[in-house]
């Protein structure tokens, strides 16, 4: 049971999750057959096999639900981006949908992941396999150069995907003529190299728009967990984000807000993405931290997404805030779904809902029923607030899922490093002390409040409001992105938890800032008016001594010592009584 892959398989199935499926729907899943293109081409679906598509996903991905495709044109681009119809195969009261229903969504690991439906659709007849007929829902568009989606068209169609392109071989593509791409890569054709650098101009287009309109894009890396052979974590490693990435983000994004806008325009009911704006009050906090490093931000503009959009640019430029957008990233609210269409604050969109994953969301394949029953002119589904909020709960279940087997790796691999010296970073700021990350392995531990006063000579206060420690002596403040050089001081793999402790402890580690008599008055002062609390208070009750004595006692070694000498001194001196 000590076994790492042990303890991770433990961890997931202590969540409740399980790897298999019901044999109901093993069984429905595996006696869908193959598609037969004259057959499916009988029911109205447009044949969209002439059009080259493309898939663009991760080296590792086994199931491929999204496809691309443009051509340029007079008025400019015409896009098409086909999903998997996984409406189709999976109906609704079937035993397949009663459990993508209760699962709601995939849950993904560093070492695998537990799918929503079984393999033989995920990885099969729904995953839009290469040189294949695949049964797609289709979103057919016109892009111009500001990026405005017009003429939307939504409908079933039947595809065959010209080539499954990784994101390293399409970012190679876009940095390198095709003569000099690797022989393995499928950009060397012509057709297909061509369509590549097409997409990635149209996703420029559509990104300036979403910048122009005040689209939230916070630009901090993505860690990932880095496994050997046999699926024992390694260490923590930063993802790449390439362009690559951007440009499939981009015509998602796009799909998603043109289904939703489909939906509206037609008064039809769906099961909506939204995200509603931050609370005042939580931006105000942030905005008091930056307007620590000279940042500006008025927490009243809340609800004006290209204020926040702008604001997090400024936190982004500047290297000593460039956490601060992990903290504004905070504050923002949770996006949920809804029936009801409040748009989605963070990408500045009156009307989004999530469309282009119906293998791994179910709430995507909500939409799809939806849309079908609008094209073939038939009642609305039913249930879809219930099925939306059970989804929003699955949802966040998923992530702390996720996250937690996520912790359990990072405590795998740093207690090999018990004892190790490293540098690290601020990242979350309590009452009770704070989160470091180490800057060369990216795990994160906590360092005590009473280690801070240990090390720094001083008593430090959370001041809430600008979500920094405050030494109360010398005025030090301890805050996001601060460095630190710490000891990793212990591992407890049970309760995820990683402590660190400061490298040494240093008596009077630095000299005393110009202008601490002043702020000693100050906070003697301060505590005249209003009593000490917290540590300070328990420590004067436990003693039973005046706030002069405690002082007194916390003298340094060497003035006590300085004292007992001369004392000793005196004695010495005295003089015989003479009789």
Sequence with gaps: TNHPRVQIEMAVLGHGLSWGYPTAAVNEAQALGEVEPAEVLRDGRRDLREVLHVTIDGEDARDFDDAVACRLEKDGYRVWVSIADVS??????SALDEEANRRATSVYFPHKAIHMLPTELSTGLCSLNPHVPRLSMTVEMMINKGGIPSQVAVYPGLIQS???LTYKQVQSALDNPRDSLSSGNPCRDEAIYSLVNELSKVSRYIRRYRSRRGAVDFEFPERKVELDEHGIPLKIGERDRLEAHRLIED?????????????????WPGVFRIHEAPDSERLARVAKW?????ISFDSNSNEDPKAVADFAEKLSSDSRTAFGQILLLRSMKQARYSVENVGHFGLASNAYLHFTSPIRRY????????????LLKQAPPKELEKDANHSSVQERSAMLIERDVTDLMACQIAKHMVGEEMSARVVTVLHAGVFVRSIEHLFEGFISLEDFGDYY?????FQEESMLLLGQLTGRRITFGTEVKVRLASVNETLRRIDFSFVDRVENRRPKKSGFKERRRLVEEKEKKSPPSGPWAEALNRRGKKREEYEA?????????KERSSRKKGRGKKKRKSF
Excluded at 88 to 93: A, E, M, N, P, Q
Excluded at 251 to 261: G, K, S
Excluded at 290 to 294: E, F, L, M, R, T
Excluded at 553 to 561: A, E, I, L, V
């Design 88 to 93: 189709h195969y999976v109906v609704k009261g």
């Design 251 to 267: 015509f998602m994004i796009t799909a998603n807000e043109a289904v939703a806008c489909f939906l509206l325009e037609r008064d």
């Design 457 to 461: 000579n001083d008593y430090f206060e």
């Design 290 to 294: 930056a307007s620590i490093y000279g």
């Design 363 to 374: 709430p995507d394949l909500l939409v799809h029923r939806s849309l079908k029953a609008l």
């Design 553 to 561: 006692d916390d003298r340094s070694s060497r003035s006590r010592r």
């Design 162 to 164: 010209g080539g499954r």
